[in-house]
């Protein structure tokens, strides 16, 4: 099994920037997509942003669309999400996941990290 351990979360203040980070340990794998999904308390884990590792193509949630920037790097196997311009509304904890296709649903995705906690304070 594959372990993704994700790092970079943090308590910032609205405006600030942060980046996460998201690597894998374990045996080897190449998965088709990597995520970030996340979950504020009391709500539902909701997709953040994802990329497809070879074609580099990208997808957003609405909600961070022109602030948040997902990248990867291949030959690591890492993920990472820039997150400028941030919110009291981003505070969430942020899991990577490693997945077989890149939708927004939690259930194509089969490695999962622990999450990273982001605070947005206002």
């Known amino acids: ?3 993704l351990q994700e790092s970079g979360g943090g308590q910032v203040q ?8 998201c690597a894998p340990s374990g ?4 998965p088709y ?3 970030w999904f996340r979950q504020a308390p009391g709500k539902e884990r909701e997709f953040v942003a994802g990329i497809r590792m070879g074609a580099g193509s990208t997808s957003y949630a609405d909600s961070v669309k ?9 030959a690591k196997n890492t ?8 919110k009291p509304e981003d505070t ?4 990577c996941a490693a997945g077989r296709l890149l939708l927004p649903n939690s259930k194509y ?8 906690q982001v605070t947005v304070s206002s």
């Open 33 to 35: 997509c990597m995520s």
């Open 79 to 86: 993920l990472y999400l820039q997150m400028n311009s941030l």
């Open 109 to 116: 995705y089969d490695d999962w990290g622990q999450g990273t």
């Open 27 to 30: 045996r080897t794998f190449s």
């Open 14 to 21: 609205t405006g600030a920037s942060l980046r996460l980070s």
């Open 66 to 74: 022109g602030r948040f920037t997902v990248s990867r790097d291949n």
């Open 92 to 95: 969430a904890v942020y899991f």
């Open 1 to 3: 099994q594959v372990q």
